[in-house]
């Protein structure tokens, strides 16, 4: 399973609705496929729970009970952003980031079930696909298609798998190389496609700098840094800056 293309995601939310209800969807599947999460896990976020400085996202609770500090694009971090100033988003210490918007429900965690099912009506009316079966049927994409997406960008941009373990919330580096379906050739390439240094490992994303160091998200780099931490991966030297 290797996530859907770009083109497939575009089609895929062009379906969406321009409601508060749209777009609150559009922000959740936006967290699954640029941030890798779970659907339970983007269905449970808190408002507290982004930073938007970093920007970044705290998992509290990833598939058993392990929290994890996940980076994220600006443009999704602009999405959230927007979406905390929606003016009919629920409010309250115990609101999710993402809620149920009206009935009895409103203000209450989303079911991840509802979450597949809406993929799943999108996925059809958008002709995006995850197979064909032997009769013919065409099987819609599911919310964990979205993760898969997020996964297989980060590799294919150089990411060692080991950091794309940490990214996804794996407690095993073995269950990630199962995962992105990848031989011990290509883990083995992208492990001498690092760039490491004593105090961690700089990676950068097209337009976007994190920096890990020492499993650390408190950790921020000034710009200046940052586009040397940039110019040293790019070139694939070790950064001391």
């Given at each position: 399973m290797r996530g859907i293309s770009e083109d497939e995601y575009r089609r895929l939310v062009g379906e969406i609705p321009d409601t508060v209800n749209g777009?609150?969807?559009r922000?959740?599947?936006?967290?699954?496929?640029?941030a890798g999460l779970r659907t339970h896990?983007?269905?449970?976020?808190l408002p507290v729970d982004f930073d938007p400085t970093s920007p970044s996202l705290s998992v509290r609770k990833g598939k058993g009970d392990k929290p994890r500090w996940v980076p994220i694009e600006d443009d999704l971090a602009a999405r959230i952003e927007a979406w905390l100033g929606e003016d009919d988003r629920p409010r309250g210490p115990k609101v999710p980031l993402l809620p149920v918007m009206s009935?009895?429900?409103r203000g209450n965690a989303i079911n991840p079930r509802q979450v597949r099912k809406t993929i799943e009506r999108l996925a059809i009316r958008a002709k995006v696909f995850r197979t064909v079966r032997e009769d013919g049927t065409q099987v819609p994409i599911s919310p964990h298609m979205l993760r898969h997406s997020y996964a297989h960008r980060m590799l294919l941009n150089g990411m060692p798998i080991s950091m794309i373990q940490r990214l996804l919330g794996h407690?095993?580096?073995t269950t990630t190389q199962r995962?992105?379906?990848?031989?011990?050739?290509?883990?083995g390439d992208m492990t001498r496609r690092a760039a490491w240094s004593q105090s961690g490992w700089k990676y950068s994303?097209?337009?976007s700098v994190r920096c890990w160091i020492n499993g650390s998200p408190q950790t921020r780099l000034p710009c200046a840094r940052a586009r040397r931490i940039a110019s040293c991966?790019?070139?694939h030297e070790v950064c001391t800056t």
């Open positions: 777009r609150r969807n922000t959740m599947f936006e967290t699954m496929y640029s896990e983007a269905c449970e976020l009935g009895k429900g407690s095993s580096v995962y992105l379906q990848v031989g011990d050739e290509v883990l994303l097209s337009s991966a790019s070139s």
